[in-house]
């Protein structure tokens, strides 16, 4: 066991960082990927330098545990950034919008093109031509004012 610790060099932490970011591919889930960058940044370090087998297990570690942190600050900005908040909430990204009706309202009741759907609508009756705001959303049904 010894003499593995003392014959591990720059090319046994890049086939070894290699081969684990290779496993996630197959069991994905961000886990190995930065235990196999860690193994890489550790096998760059030895290109410029000699470290003792003490020194590679460490600065493995460290990188290893290092990355978990680096890892949950990237994922929160990311996340914060790129975020839809509306995302599967079809209906309520609508709300706010100023439409002009193609079809009037009658008795309360009726249709309005929003895109490429057709959505149903309830509010004040209006005419044709009219623009309406739509101020709520429920489900499949938009509740519309005049604008």
Do not use: C, H, Y
């Amino acid at each position: 066991m010894t003499g593995l610790l003392v014959s591990l060099g720059t090319w046994n932490w890049l086939i070894f960082g290699f081969v684990l970011m290779g496993l996630e591919l197959l069991a994905p889930g961000v886990f190995l990927f930065w235990l196999g960058l860690a193994a890489l940044l550790v096998g760059g370090l030895s290109f410029v330098t000699e470290p003792s087998w003490q020194a590679q297990i460490l600065a493995f570690a460290l990188f290893a545990i290092s990355a978990v942190p680096l890892w949950r600050r990237f994922a929160r900005a990311r996340s914060s950034q790129g975020s839809n908040p509306f995302l599967n909430k079809r209906a309520e990204g609508l709300v706010g919008r100023v439409l002009t009706l193609e079809k009037p309202i009658v008795d309360g009741a009726g249709t309005l093109r929003i895109d490429d759907t057709v959505w149903r609508v309830s509010g004040p009756d209006a005419p044709a031509g009219s623009r309406v705001k739509i101020v709520e959303a429920d489900g499949a049904k938009l509740t519309v004012a005049g604008a």
